[in-house]
């Protein structure tokens, strides 16, 4: 499926009169974690290769996305994994309030988003890493966590 | 004609929190705002990869000195979920009323500081007098005013007696008869009025547009609570959503007014409908390491907060995300901000009730 399905899929949301209710992204860290439990629309948002394509020798750096929608207390999600370096299409179109969660997986997991409604320009959070939650950052974290876990921290 | 950029914040008289919006004005209109946020961002997302997921609740709890009790309760909540723990009915019952208890804190406080900001130093004294109280009967029935720490995975640490229930019953409805003195000076007094009514109004389509959720959106006519799915034994309780329809300042504040009496009867009604006696199980210890994920909506008194959490089957989660309700207002917000008189931003900015720690976790 590739952006303009996603997008249209958004529309139907939109016009349906869900209401937006998050963004979250997780980046899969663990090797081989497949998207367990993983339910509602899949979509890929882009050109990308197909996440559920053969397996690579060693693990691909992937983000899982949802995009989590609620009308009359139910929520569904759209939901798929995606490659580090892969850009998807912004949802500002349909959801104005979007551009939030959108400027925040751009700053704390490194993902392109394009064409967002307000773009504020890496200025929503001051964070000490870069790109707090990228796969380098996590996995040099847990390294270090490892290396110190003997010692209880507080 | 020629903008000036004025930085609102970090530091403004109006905000006990810090944010900033860039003004751009064109004479007193402000053409639009830029916000930044940041200032106390914690990482406290982040900190799932080090500490445990039985210790991780009291971190959670600590996003916010205000909602603390429904960050802790949303946490454990998912936590159930995720690990098939059944909560022991009285337990369930306990966290209702701590959770309609942290609504009124919440809102007392608000409208204390709403008042402070609008001129009324005697009202906002009078908001927080009464807000002592409901914190002094934190700290009899959890140990903690603002911290409580009373949930855990599987239900809550301490039971509150039959007789201390009443006498917390006799208290809050003491307080809500001397609340309606207060709420009357909201309501009628013509320099509150003149001040907040018709200033910032968000229309029903522009909250639907932006995704307003909370006392925002109910002010712009919306029903909306996260309550009325009936979850968190709040099936067994009638209630009404307060909504308002003017969707400006005022109709903000009115709708906190009224949830304020709305939350105390809430608390009768489940003192009364909750089962009776001492020693009845509290807590069902969840075993093993949680392995799934779930998304979990709760309301807050500043509207739906959703969690999500994701674990793998080892001590640490994998993905902890909690989108507070002030992050979803903040797009309503900005929409009010834009058009408006500067000398109306500071009120603007304050009826969403912003929850800027809650915000940036």
């Not at chain 1, 309030?97 to 967002?116: C, D, K, P, S």
């Not at chain 2, 000076?185 to 995704?211: C, N, Q, W, Y």
């Amino acid at each position: 499926m590739d952006g303009e399905t996603f997008l249209a899929k958004v529309r139907d949301y939109h016009e349906a009169g869900w209401r937006l209710a998050i963004i979250n992204v997780t980046t899969i860290v663990a090797a081989a974690a497949p998207a367990h439990g993983a339910h509602g629309v899949a979509a890929v948002p882009t050109a990308a290769p197909a996440p559920d394509a053969a397996p690579a020798a060693e693990t691909p750096n992937l983000f899982e996305i949802a995009w989590g929608f609620v009308k009359d207390g139910t929520l569904e999600t759209i939901r798929e994994q995606i490659h580090a370096g892969d850009t998807v299409p912004s949802i500002s179109e349909f959801f104005g309030a979007a551009f939030l969660y959108e400027n925040e997986i751009r700053e704390l997991f490194g993902i392109n988003v394009t064409g967002i409604g307000v773009d504020l320009r890496g200025q929503l959070y001051k964070t000490a890493t870069k790109v707090p939650f990228s796969h380098a950052a996590i996995k040099d974290r847990l390294a270090k966590n490892a290396a110190a876990a003997p010692a209880k921290h507080s | 004609m020629k903008r000036t950029t004025i930085p609102f914040g970090p530091q403004h008289p109006v905000l006990p929190e810090p944010i900033v919006l860039d003004l751009i004005l064109e004479d007193e209109k402000v053409i639009d705002a830029i916000p930044t946020i940041g200032y106390i961002h914690r990482g406290l997302e982040m900190m799932v990869e080090r500490v445990e997921y039985t210790e991780m609740g009291f971190v959670v709890e600590r996003i916010c000195g205000i909602c603390s009790f429904m960050h802790g309760m949303g946490y454990c909540v998912s936590l159930e979920s995720i690990m098939n723990v059944e909560v022991p009915e009285r337990a369930r019952w306990l966290r209702l009323i701590w959770a309609e208890i942290s609504r009124v804190q919440s809102h007392l406080l608000w409208l204390g500081l709403g008042a402070d900001a609008f001129g009324f130093e005697n009202l906002f004294m009078h908001c927080w007098r009464m807000r002592e109280e409901i914190l002094d009967i934190f700290e009899q029935t959890t140990g903690g005013r603002i911290i409580h720490s009373v949930n855990r995975i599987g239900g809550v640490k301490r039971d509150i007696s039959d007789t201390e229930l009443a006498a917390i019953l006799a208290r809050l409805q003491k307080l809500g008869a001397e609340f309606k003195e207060t709420a009357k000076v909201f309501g009628t007094d013509p320099s509150i009025r003149h001040r907040l009514s018709g200033v910032g109004v968000l229309t029903m389509e522009d909250a639907k547009a932006v995704d307003a959720v909370g006392p925002m959106a109910r002010a712009s006519g919306i029903r909306m609570d996260t309550r009325l799915s009936g979850t968190f034994m709040y099936d067994q309780i009638e209630f009404e959503p307060i909504v308002e329809i003017a969707g400006d300042c005022l109709a903000r504040v009115v709708v906190r007014l009224r949830e304020v009496e709305q939350s105390i009867d809430i608390i009768r009604q489940a003192i009364d409908r909750m089962p009776k006696g001492e020693g009845m199980p509290l807590e069902n210890k969840p075993r093993g390491n949680p392995t799934g994920e779930v998304f979990t909506r709760l309301e807050q008194p500043r509207g739906e907060v959703l969690y999500y959490v994701k674990a793998n089957g080892t001590k640490n989660l994998e993905r902890f995300r909690a989108r507070t309700p002030t992050f979803a207002n903040i797009p309503a917000m900005i929409k009010l901000v834009k058009g408006s008189d500067l000398a109306d931003v500071p009120q603007i900015i304050l009826t969403i009730d912003p929850c800027i720690s809650c915000t940036e976790r």
